[in-house]
């Protein structure tokens, strides 16, 4: 169970840094996206700065438990938040909807399969 934990949080740091990357470098389609939702443009590198800390909080977690339990509950805010703002601009469209809800269902699976107690 392990091992597989192991590589759903490598596989999840890494969609988040690209994700992450994706805003730094101002990619078209996330600005556009932000730009949809309502969220400040300006602001688009704060939330690229969450990810990539989640990125880490999970590698750390790997090694120490509570890390990644810290970045799974946060990334669990965060992709409620990004839900809500969806919500918010009243877009239906599966496609907006679909990273977001992926995410937040990948990230609640992987916070369901942290085995209790302490490593």
Do not use: C, D, N
């Amino acid at each position: 169970m392990f091992i597989a934990i192991g590589v759903a949080s490598v596989l999840l740091a890494g969609l988040l840094a690209h994700s992450a990357v994706q805003k730094i470098t101002g990619h078209q389609r996330q600005v556009a996206g932000m730009r949809a939702i309502g969220f400040p443009v300006e602001r688009i590198r704060w939330l690229a700065m969450l990810e990539l800390a989640a990125a880490a909080g999970l590698l750390v977690g790997l090694g120490w438990r509570p890390a990644a339990l810290a970045a799974l509950v946060g990334l669990t805010g965060y992709f409620v938040g990004a839900l809500v703002f969806l919500l918010r601009a009243r877009l239906t469209a599966f496609a907006a909807w679909f990273p977001a809800a992926a995410f937040l269902a990948f990230t609640l699976v992987l916070l369901a399969g942290y085995p209790a107690g302490s490593r």
